[in-house]
């Protein structure tokens, strides 16, 4: 296992059309985090899984987005009806549930709405 | 919530030990955490330390913990031109792992 992996890399989409990021997490982590990051800025929290479970969603979550984990593996967020202002790095990362302190983060997906 | 604040940039000698400062508002944070990124790339976990801790040592990497202030640093001894990137503090905030970063503090190691 390589570590959390994101696809795609990055993504270049028009205004309006809806996009769809992966992330796979390491095997054995039962806990999946999205974050949301924009240019000169932290990520921000947006939503977290525990297994198939979305236990949290942030505000930053608008009805336009969202996220699944059907089986309690790989994550989808997806985002509809996009706007200039997604455009971020999509940051996935993933725990242990006894070690929750420990979160490995992916690479990330760069969207660029145009 | 939780503010996090970080000075923006620090530059530093090759050799010379880096110190990067970190303030917060919410001292419930059980864990604070400092995190490095490289352009391009995600977040990569350096050290983290426990909320009833003043420090801890990890080879080159020294965290102090200041409660009464709220403030967190991470001294990085020896720096090297690797050592160049963006370095993140956060604290958990709620359950889980659920984090709040600072701005991030650009370290840039000159020859």
């Known amino acids: 296992d390589t570590g959390v992996s994101q696809n795609p890399r990055h993504k270049i989409t028009k205004r309006g059309q809806n996009v769809t990021f992966r992330c796979d997490p390491i095997?054995?982590?039962?806990?999946l985090y999205w974050y949301r990051q924009t240019l000169g800025q932290g990520p921000e929290f947006l939503t977290y899984f525990q297994n198939e479970a979305q236990l949290e969603k942030s505000r930053l979550l608008s009805d336009r987005f969202s996220a699944e984990r059907p089986k309690g593996s790989f994550s989808t967020l997806e985002i509809q009806r996009t706007e200039q202002g997604d455009s971020a790095m999509y940051l996935c990362?993933?725990?242990?549930?006894?070690?929750?302190?420990?979160?490995?983060f992916g690479q990330g997906t760069r969207l660029t709405v145009v | 919530g939780e503010d996090v604040e970080q000075s923006l940039f620090l530059s530093v000698r090759e050799g010379d030990s880096s110190v990067i400062n970190c303030t917060y508002t919410d001292s419930s944070s059980t864990y604070l955490y400092w995190y490095k990124q490289e352009p391009g790339a995600g977040l990569q976990l350096l050290t983290y330390?426990?909320?009833?801790?003043d420090m801890k040592q990890d080879q080159r990497l020294t965290v102090l913990l200041n409660k009464k202030d709220k403030h967190l640093s991470l001294r990085i001894a020896d720096t090297q031109t690797g050592d160049s990137a963006i370095y993140f503090c956060a604290g958990n905030t709620g359950t889980a792992s659920k984090l709040t970063f600072g701005t991030g503090t650009r370290l840039q190691v000159t020859l």
């Open positions: 330390i426990f909320s009833n801790m």
């Open positions: 095997s054995e982590h039962n806990r």
């Open positions: 990362a993933s725990s242990t549930y006894r070690a929750a302190t420990e979160a490995f």
